[in-house]
């Protein structure tokens, strides 16, 4: 077995062959889980990460800094429409070094549905809890204390509160946390227990290599069987440095529902029922700002502790499909979704420091696409459904309804026009058809479902193994795996799915 | 078999590619687009611009449009307060270029476009025959307020795109801090904070 370590592709002198047992794309929380379940069974296993591997030294706080730095297309990935701005991670954890560590399960329902309308085997509520446990303990999940609550998440608990909604605190992956509230910035103090912290150190404990900088252009496969994939290394600036060639009769895809989608299509793995692709749901979202006579300064403490469930239910054909959650950003962020501009724009900033911000974010049953560009660059085809617009709309008015019991003196819904209400009888005459897309900003940052596991390969890409229906050799280890929309943050579903997985990619590379 | 779950999948979406979108978005956009285009190429003179600039994505006429639109979006609430940074001091634009460069090349390009729409067309469809960098700083305001309400969803996308790049460049910066209350990173800060040590993160 090799010898484990983590390689910078932009220090290689020249193109290199590497063999191994496996190869894993994408190093986010489900690459992360399957390589170091791959190495611990004793398999020669290499991960490919098209960004950078940063460390919490390098994370200095600055949006202008880590934005480009974290996120794909420097922050401005969008569906192609450019209604829905699409927030994904690239680098060493993916997008687990920029989330902000919420831990849900999938539902119950949702696994039970998987089970009954979508044939995915083994992975019912009673097959996951055990894995769900396992990695939450892995994780140090626990429940965010009322003492870590910012005042930002204290104006939803306090709005819930007084409307009698359904509530309640958070769970997290944080250890050590200094409340210092950038989080999605990445974490400076090493309090993340994440993918970069924890599972990937314990993969290359137990000898797997991962390769930074190098970005998988296709995997390579013949007969019926993955051969390994082709990949080249850049330099900072992201020119091409060195071609890199991995023979492996296993690849494990976990660049995310867009990456791991678009990699196979430029691929032209097989898809002979045109599923490939196919069942993008992304839970999009956008907000609504309270302005209170008192300081909020969201941006200081835990960004999300607190959660109102009141229009959130996962039961097969809910018209209740809201998340909604607290969502407050540093300057720039929250410039950006500000309505206007000029004089009246920056008079509107200087409130910030007294704003709190929440957003409806949708548990959605639009199917959107992942496609690729000529160059192979994907492209995002998600076209809100009415139903999901309702949702949003409903959401929307809903966060400015706590908002207002929570004591804010006027609240902004940032359409075109400006939705402004100060009061609970203003809101009851706000027109919801007013918010759709193009004309609230909408935001997503948990693509799934483009590649779907189910044991009918006319409704999905890949089986309730995770193993591709035509491609042997070739599984699925992200939230592409998804046959539906979860309707809870999706870490822990992704970090568990490809555990629970594993054991068949594991079998087949001993194979 | 049923559709696989609570939210079935409807038919495959109909391929409709971004330049398509906006050809179909309206005659509105059409016409912009087409016409910006040509003018893009046959107005692309007269721009004054720091010889020593050295831009890594824009054009030197498409830097003086990014110039005026941040002159416009960060405009002072309070015009007589001289404490608060301008777009040029903060150089904004040049923020945008280097941003640029590291975005898609099909983003870039159709951001460049986006200006072209601004310089040529924009003026016209909110009633003026100048160039947008020609207008008084009133009528650029209304230029810019006709992009961000367009009946044409791509053109406020387009408006919002640049509107946060905008941003982006100018609260970002230390300076821009005070304006809005925000104390800035912790990793770094010196004991006096940012603002108040004269100090960049």
């Known amino acids: ?53 940063l460390v919490s030294r390098d994370f200095n706080q600055r949006e202008d800094v880590m934005i480009p730095t974290l996120f794909q297309d420097a922050g401005g990935r969008a569906t192609e429409d450019m209604a829905i701005r699409v927030l994904q991670g690239r680098g060493v954890g993916g997008s687990t070094v920029h989330n902000t560590n919420l831990c849900k399960r999938t539902p119950d329902e949702i696994l039970d549905v998987w089970a ?114 082709v990949a080249a290394a850049r330099d900072a600036e992201g020119r091409r440095k060195a071609a890199i060639q991995v ?60 959660e109102c469930t009141e229009f959130l239910s996962h039961e097969e054909g809910s018209d209740r499909r809201v998340w909604i959650v607290t969502a407050f950003a540093h300057p720039v962020g929250a410039a950006a979704v500000l309505p206007g501009f000029g004089a009246a724009h920056m008079a509107a900033m200087r409130g910030y420091p007294r704003l709190a911000v929440l957003t409806a974010m949708v548990h959605d049953e639009t199917s959107g696409e992942v496609d690729v560009d000529a160059n192979g660059n994907p492209i995002l085809r998600y076209t809100m459904s009415e139903g999901d617009r309702r949702q949003l709309a409903q959401g929307l008015v809903a966060c400015a309804r706590i908002l207002l019991a929570a004591g804010a003196t006027e609240v902004t819904i940032p359409a075109i026009p400006p939705i402004r209400v100060r009061s609970a009888a203003q809101l009851d005459r706000v027109d919801p058809s007013a918010i759709r897309p193009h004309s609230v900003p909408l935001t997503a940052v948990h693509p799934m479902g483009t590649m779907r596991m189910g044991n009918d390969p006319k409704t999905s890409v890949v089986g309730s193994t995770g193993e591709h229906h035509q491609l042997k050799g070739l599984f699925v280890a992200d939230g592409s795996l998804f046959p539906t929309s979860i309707g809870v943050p999706p870490q822990i579903s992704i970090y568990s799915f490809a555990l629970h997985l594993a054991p068949h990619a594991i079998a087949r590379a001993r194979a | 078999m049923p559709g696989p779950s609570t939210h079935p999948d409807p038919p495959r979406l109909p391929r409709l590619s971004r330049r398509q979108a906006l050809r179909s978005g309206a005659l509105v956009s059409l016409a912009a687009l087409g016409l910006g285009a040509l003018l893009a190429v046959g107005r692309t003179r007269g721009y004054a611009i720091d010889p020593a600039r050295r831009l890594a994505v824009l054009s030197g006429w498409q830097f003086v449009v990014v110039q005026h639109v941040a002159r416009r979006v960060v405009a002072p609430d309070r015009p007589d307060d001289a404490s608060i940074p301008t777009a040029d001091g903060l150089d904004v634009a040049g923020f945008v270029d280097a941003w640029m460069a590291l975005m898609p090349a099909r983003v870039r390009r159709d951001l460049g476009r986006y200006i072209a729409v601004i310089e040529h067309v924009a003026p016209l469809g909110a009633g003026f025959t100048s160039r947008f960098t020609r207008l008084a700083p009133a009528d650029q305001d209304a230029v ?58």
């Open chain 1, 247 to 306: 023979w492996s009769p296993v690849v494990v895809l976990a660049a995310s529902a867009v990456g791991s989608a678009a990699l196979a299509r430029r691929s032209a793995v097989p898809d002979p029922h045109g599923q490939l692709g196919r069942g993008l749901r992304m839970h999009p979202g956008a907000v609504a700002a309270g302005t209170f006579d008192r300081e909020i300064a969201g941006w200081r403490g835990i960004p999300q502790s607190y």
């Open chain 1, 116 to 229: 009954r309308r979508c044939g995915v085997e083994g992975a019912g509520p009673a097959e996951m809890r055990p894995v769900f446990e396992a990695m939450e303990r892995d994780l140090s999940v626990s429940e965010i204390p009322a003492t870590m609550r910012n005042a930002n998440n204290e104006a939803l608990r306090a709005g819930a509160a007084a409307l009698g909604w359904r509530a309640g605190p958070l769970r997290h992956n944080r250890v050590g946390c200094q409340q210092s509230g950038f989080c999605e910035l990445g974490c400076s103090y090493d309090a993340k227990q994440n993918a970069l912290k924890i599972m990937l150190p314990a993969a290359v404990d137990a000898g797997a290599r991962v390769y930074s900088d190098v970005e998988a252009l296709r995997i390579t496969h013949e007969g019926g069987r993955v051969t390994g994939v």
């Open chain 1, 1 to 53: 077995m090799s010898r484990g370590g983590f390689v910078a592709g932009r220090d290689l002198d020249g193109d290199i062959v590497l063999h191994a047992d496996a190869v894993v794309i994408g190093t986010g929380a489900g690459g992360s889980v399957a390589l170091r379940e791959l190495a611990r069974a004793g398999l020669d296993v290499i991960a490919l990460e098209e960004g950078g591997h």
């Open chain 2, 144 to 201: 810019l307020a006709s992009l961000e309400a367009s009946p044409v969803a791509l053109l406020r996308a387009g408006f919002d795109g640049l509107k946060a790049l905008i941003l982006m460049g100018y609260y970002r910066d230390a300076r821009a801090w005070p304006i809005v209350g925000y104390d800035g990173p912790l990793v770094g800060r010196p004991a006096s904070g940012w603002t108040a040590s004269g100090d960049r993160p």
